[in-house]
C-alpha cells in the first residue's frame, strides 16, 4: 500500500514527539508499506516566527512573510528526517519548492495548481521513506508561497490525491472525529465512521478536526481519508463516501470564534443584500450564517455572522456601507455561539429541526439565529447558553450511545 | 556603483540591529548605489539549530543537516527584507537556491561552482535592493548545500566576482583588520590599507576578521573589498591587491586552538613523511605548521600543529600511524600558542627573522617550532607566554604608531 501520512504542530512539538513520530512511521513502513509523510512546523514555530516579523512591521510584504513562515516546516521535515536515518531507515525530506508543489502567486493563502510526484516516486522505489513539508509551495517564478488555514492538511490530500495512495491518514492530538467536542460534552463519543459530507458540515460548524478545504479536497479527487491520534494506538476515524446505516445525526459542533452583526432598517429593495455583502467581501471577510427578517414598512433587519477577528476591519467600513445601503444603525454582538447539530441522514428524517428547537425551548435557550443545510442545522444563542445546548442536543439524539462497527 | 555587502552574525543578531542594518543599507542606496546583500544567520540561530539535531543524532545525514541549517540564514533575509520594506524601499530576498548558486554535492562544505546571475541583475534593474541568504546554496538536482566555515563571506565575495561590483564591503562587529587582536595586545591599531597577501597570511594565523577561503576567492577574482563595522561609522580597512609604501610588518597574530604532535623516532628514510601526512590526511585533519628535525642514529623528530578539535581523531588513528612509520612514540601538547608576525615588506627586508628570534630570546621566551613563508613568520610558544610574546612583537615592530593615509 502506498500511504500518506500527515502529522500536525503538536504532534511534532518537540525532540521527543519527533522520535515518537518516526517510531510510528518505521511501524508503517515495516509492515510493507510506501510512506510519504506529511508534516507542519514544530509547536509555536509559526507564531514565533511571526512574532519576529511583527516587531518589524504590522504589515509585513505577503512574498518574505511566506518566505519566514516556511522554515517552520523546512525545519520540522530536516529534524524528522535525522530521527528516521537514526532509527536506520533511509529517508529524504524535501520542501514544497523541491518537491514541486506548485501553487498560485496568492501569497499566504495560495492554492494549489500541480504536483509533480516524479521525484517523490523517484525515492519511494528506492525505498526511501518520503519527507515533505506541509503548508508550502512554489510559484513558477520560484518564489515561496503557503497555504494558510488548513495548508497542511491540504498538502497531504493533495498529496495523496496526485500519488494515487491507498489512503490519507490525519495524524493529530485527539483520537478523531467525535460527536462533539469532548472539552465541553462531557460524553461525546468517537465515531469509528463518518460520511464526508458530515465532516465537511462538522469542520465548518467548528470542530477542529479537519480543515474544510482539506476535506472538499478529499471529496472531489475520491481520497479515502482517516483522522487519528499520534498519542494513541487507536484506529481512528475512517471517512467514507457513502455511509449505509447513515444516522440521523452523527455529531453536535459548538463554534465561538464567530460575531453576531444585524444591520437594522434596510429598504426593502432588490440588490441590497447584494450590495451589503460585496463591501464585505471586498475586506476579504468571510461571512458564514445569514438570515434576513421580513420587511416591515419597507424596511427590513438583516442578521450575520462573521470570524470575530475580522471584527475591527468591519467596523472601519461601517459608514461605507451605512451611506451604500441606507441603514440607520449596524450593531455588533460577540457574546453569541452557533450550535450545530450534523448528519446525513436528516435527509431521510423529518421533524430534527422541529426536535432541535423543541430541546432548547424547553430549556429556555433563546434562538437568535437559524441556518440549515441539507444534513446540518445550526442556531445562534448566547454565549452562556451554547454548552447547555450542545449537551442538551447531544443527549436528546442519543450520540452517546453510538455504535458503529468499522468493516 | 555596484556594491555587495556583507552582514554577519553578530550584525543582525536581534531585531534591533536588523533594523539598524536596514538603515545603513538605504543609505547606500540613497548615494545612488545598486546594493546586494548577503546575510548570515541571525546570532546563535546556527547553533540552536544544530542542538536540535544533536538531541536526535551524534552524526546526522548530512543532506538533512544543511537542509536544517539553511533556514537560518532564511529567516534573517526574510527579516531584513521587511525591514527595507517598512523603511519604504523595494526589497527582494532570495535563498541560495532561489538565486541560483550551485555548488557541488559535498554537503556541509560545499564549494560553489556557479552563479546564476540573471535574477540579481533584473531585480536590480527594477530599482529593488537584492538580499541574498549567505552560506548556503543549491546541487544542480535542486538539494540545498551549506558551504561550510566562512561560508558567508565566501558567498558574498562570489557574489561580487560574478556580479563584476565595484566593491564588496565585509561588515563584521570591529572596525577592520588591526595590527593584532585587540582583546590582547592594547594599543594594536586598525590599518586604513593592508595587502590581501597580508590579510591571507593574517586570516590563517587566527586573526579573525576574514575567512581565508574568502580571501583566496577575491585575490583570484581581484573583488575589491572592504572590511567594516556594522555598529559603528568608520571607512574600515581596504583591502588592496599591490601596496606601493608596504611596512614591514603590518601584523601580529595570535592563534590559540592548534596543539603541537611530537612524532619520536621516526627513521630517516624517504617517504616517510609522506606516509605519516596522508594518513592524517584521510582523517580530513588540516595540519597547519611542519617541522623535521634534523637526523640522529638515523632517527628524527617530526613535530606539527593541528586543530585542537581534531586531537580526538587523531589519536584514534595512533597505532596506525605507529605501525605505518614504525616511530616509537606521539606526544601531544595543547598549551601552545602560535604568534605570527606578517607582512609584504619582509620580502626586501632582512633580519626580520632575526629580530622577532631576539625580542622573544630577549624575554626568555622558549621557541618550540618555527615556520616561514615570504610574508609570514610564525613561532610556537607555550600558552602562557603567548599574550606576551605578541605584545613584544607588536611594539618591536612599532605597529600602535602606523600612520596610513587613505587614498
Do not use: W
Not at 7 to 27: F, L, M, Q
Not at 128 to 149: H, S
Not at 167 to 195: H, M, Q, W
Amino acid at each position: 500500500m502506498l500511504i500518506v501520512q500527515k502529522y500536525g504542530g503538536t504532534s511534532v512539538g518537540n525532540i521527543e514527539r519527533i522520535k515518537n513520530v518516526a517510531k510510528r512511521i518505521v511501524k508503517t513502513k515495516e509492515q510493507g508499506n510506501d510512506v510519504v509523510v506529511v508534516v507542519s512546523a514544530m509547536g509555536d514555530t509559526t507564531d514565533e516566527l511571526i512574532k519576529l516579523a511583527k516587531q518589524i512591521s504590522e504589515n509585513p510584504p505577503k512574498r518574505e512573510y511566506d518566505l519566514l513562515l516556511s522554515t517552520g516546516e523546512q525545519i520540522s521535515i530536516a529534524l524528522l528526517s535525522i530521527a528516521l536515518h537514526e532509527l536506520g531507515y533511509e529517508a529524504i525530506a524535501f520542501t514544497g519548492a523541491q518537491v514541486g508543489i506548485l501553487t498560485t502567486t496568492d501569497f499566504t493563502e495560495a492554492k494549489i495548481l500541480d504536483i509533480n510526484t516524479s521525484k517523490i516516486k523517484k525515492e519511494l522505489s528506492k525505498g526511501k521513506i518520503v519527507i515533505v513539508a506541509g503548508f508550502q509551495g512554489v510559484t513558477e517564478d520560484g518564489d515561496i508561497t503557503t497555504l494558510g488555514r488548513g495548508g497542511s492538511d491540504t498538502t497531504a490530500v493533495a498529496l495523496a490525491a496526485a500519488l494515487k495512495a491507498d489512503i490519507c491518514e490525519i495524524y493529530t492530538d485527539v483520537k478523531g472525529v467525535f460527536t462533539s467536542d469532548p472539552r465541553i460534552v462531557k460524553d461525546a463519543k468517537k465515531l469509528d465512521l463518518i460520511n464526508i459530507d458530515e465532516v465537511l458540515e462538522l469542520a465548518s460548524a467548528g470542530a477542529q478536526v479537519l480543515h474544510p478545504r482539506a476535506v472538499i479536497f478529499a471529496k472531489k479527487y475520491k481520497v479515502p481519508l482517516v483522522v487519528r491520534s499520534s498519542f494513541e494506538d487507536d484506529q481512528g476515524t475512517k471517512i467514507v463516501e457513502e455511509f449505509m446505516e447513515g444516522l440521523v445525526i452523527t455529531g453536535v459542533a459548538i463554534k465561538t470564534d464567530e460575531a453576531k452583526v444585524t444591520v437594522l432598517d434596510v429598504p426593502d429593495v432588490p440588490g441590497i443584500a447584494a450590495k451589503l455583502f460585496s463591501e464585505v467581501a471586498k475586506e476579504k471577510i468571510n461571512v458564514n450564517m445569514i438570515v434576513q427578517g421580513t420587511s416591515r414598512n419597507g424596511l427590513s433587519e438583516i442578521n450575520f455572522t462573521v470570524p470575530k477577528k475580522d471584527l475591527i476591519t468591519l467596523k472601519s467600513i461601517e459608514e461605507k456601507i451605512k451611506s451604500s445601503i441606507k441603514c440607520s444603525n449596524i450593531i455588533y454582538d460577540d457574546n453569541i455561539a452557533i450550535v450545530s447539530v450534523v448528519g446525513t441522514g436528516m435527509r431521510s428524517h423529518h421533524g430534527v429541526a422541529a426536535k432541535v428547537f423543541e430541546v432548547l425551548a424547553s430549556r429556555g435557550i433563546n434562538i437568535e439565529m437559524i441556518s440549515t443545510s441539507e444534513i446540518k442545522i445550526s442556531v445562534v444563542v448566547r454565549m452562556e447558553r451554547a454548552e447547555e445546548a450542545a449537551n442538551a442536543l447531544h443527549k436528546e439524539f442519543k450520540l452517546s450511545e453510538i455504535e458503529i462497527k468499522t468493516e
